[in-house]
């Protein structure tokens, strides 16, 4: 049975970090696209970042302040988040794409706000 298991979310003031990750079992992040997506309230899921053996690709919306990274061995993906804003709260869900079957998190909120 496939789990992913998000953490490190919480509230933050706006220019702070957050390091989220995300831990898998009964299904192995490398070779399969690898994303972290986010929710806000009213809104629909948006891509934030994905992984694929060694490239990145980003939202325009994070780039140069998100950076996602993975590491086989402990079958985690990483999203470090710096220069957060305000408009960078929302829920966020860790994503694998084997060969078209889609498999989600539980999602994990991050709130910016002072």
């Known amino acids: 049975q496939v789990q992913l298991v998000e953490s490190g979310g919480g509230l933050v003031q706006p220019g702070g970090s957050l390091r989220l990750s995300c831990t898998a079992s009964?299904?192995?992040?490398?070779?399969?696209?690898t994303g972290w997506y986010r929710q806000a309230p009213g809104k629909q899921r948006e891509l934030v970042a994905t992984?694929?053996?060694?490239?990145?690709n980003y939202a325009d919306s994070v780039k140069g302040r998100f950076t996602i990274s993975r590491d086989n061995a402990k079958n985690t993906v990483y999203l470090q988040m710096n220069s957060l804003k305000p408009e960078d709260t929302a829920v966020y869900y860790c994503?694998?794409?084997?060969?078209?079957?889609?498999?989600w998190g539980q999602g994990t909120q991050v709130t910016v706000s002072s």
């Open positions: 992984i694929t053996g060694g490239s990145t």
């Open positions: 009964g299904i192995r992040f490398s070779p399969f696209v």
């Open positions: 994503n694998i794409d084997k060969l078209g079957s889609q498999y």
